[in-house]
């Protein structure tokens, strides 16, 4: 299949491409249909190109568009452009399957929906006279990797100032969006290669779609940022919209924040560091034992944990408590063997090397809390 894709280098059109040459170069294989060539086109191109890629081409995607011209008379644009592509593509007796990306503002009385409507009704009509299949989609706010920030995105703009600290303004929290994540646009995409498009009628659709509040979606974005310092991820399930947000905003962050400096608790014994704290899903610390050394020796009445050793030979050792018998596992880190710490148990892990330090990677069910530590002193043996 030979795809078009005009508007190559905006936001759709970047997320679009790179995700169609994955299918291409067979580094994504998990999709129903196959690429031999992507014609990327966009406003600094070869214009005597696009008469090439309408002769040859398979499938459009047209996403060429302005949005924040300088003059409203260049909304024009969007009007003129999509005529002169399928004037190029009726002059090669080429009916291939048409996609204009358009916008819920169609809807709308102000001169962007007006020229988005007028582009709308163009293809629609010339599917009709031509026996063309045409699939229009109405965005809502797109959001997701690479949109650019100060420019006709809120969320791109919140992401990228408190992803560098500076300031952002919003006038009214209560301010209601509806949005769509651009993954969620590239796999409707996909779809729509493979004449499985969401439509109602005319007019085609991305089927997840979120409505957020401007409070709703900065108040999670400084929870984002302040992720380094609390060390806590916040819920971020499966398809959800705060999933979605986080991975955006994390496309923004400066070089200076790609990586952050973790607080050690030290002493004579080795090193404790937590890594990671959820709300739901327990917590992440890094054990260090130097050698010889003896940790743990304690119990909980309802936490649990993973011990892993990543590096080091260690022997863990557990008693049930109220009895005097211990369960023992010797592990090393060239064997990864994850050993449960169970409730009621008071355990211990012990460095058998007398030359080199034991790394365990620890996870507890829930974060520690100093009010409720439910962790309890006695020694294993």
């Known amino acids: 299949m030979k795809i078009l894709i005009t508007g190559a280098r905006g936001f759709i059109g970047r997320n679009l491409c790179e995700n169609l040459k994955n299918v291409r170069d067979g580094k994504d294989r998990t999709q129903g249909f196959t690429v031999d060539e992507i014609f990327e086109y966009d406003v600094d191109s070869d214009h005597n190109l696009l008469e090439t890629y309408c002769r040859e081409c ?80 109405r965005f809502p706010n797109v959001f997701g990797k690479w949109c650019r920030p100060n420019y006709n995105s ?57 409505r957020k509040t401007l409070g709703e979606i900065t108040d999670l974005l400084y929870e984002f940022n302040a992720q380094p310092q609390t060390l806590m991820m916040p819920p971020i399930a499966d ?16 070089e200076r924040k790609m990586k952050f400096a973790l607080e050690s608790k030290t002493d004579s014994r080795g090193s404790f560091t937590e890594f990671l704290k959820t709300a739901d899903h327990g917590q992440f610390s890094i054990n260090i034992s130097h050698p010889g050394i003896t940790k743990g020796q304690h119990w909980h009445n309802s936490k649990w944990e993973f011990f892993l050793v990543v590096s080091g030979h260690a022997l863990i050792q557990e008693r049930k408590i109220g009895t005097d018998e211990i369960v023992s596992f010797e592990v090393s880190g060239s064997k990864p063997e994850a050993v449960h710490m169970l409730p009621g148990y008071t355990h211990n892990i012990i460095n058998l090397s007398d030359s080199e330090d034991l790394i365990t990677l620890m996870w507890a069910n829930e974060p520690f809390d100093p009010d409720k530590p439910d962790t309890f002193h006695e020694d294993v043996q």
């Open 239 to 254: 398809q959800s919209f705060e999933k979605k947000l986080y991975s955006t905003f994390l496309s923004y962050l400066p």
């Open 154 to 210: 809120a969320v791109a703009t919140f992401c990228s100032n408190i992803a560098n600290d500076l300031p952002i303004v919003v006038n009214d929290r209560n301010t209601l969006l509806t949005l769509v994540y651009i993954d969620d646009i590239v796999a409707e995409m996909f779809n729509a290669l493979q004449g499985r498009e969401h439509r109602e009628k005319d007019i085609c659709f991305v089927e997840t779609t979120y």
């Open 58 to 137: 398979d499938f459009v995607f047209n996403l060429a568009g302005i949005n924040r011209p300088k003059d409203s008379e260049e909304f024009n644009i969007n009007h003129s452009f999509l005529a002169h592509l399928l004037d190029l593509l009726k002059k090669h007796g080429n009916t291939c399957p048409v996609m204009l990306s358009s916008s819920t503002q169609a809807l709308l009385d102000n001169d962007y929906g007006k020229s988005k409507k007028e582009a709308e009704d163009l293809l629609l009509a010339y599917g009709r006279e031509n026996q063309v299949k045409t699939l229009v989609y």
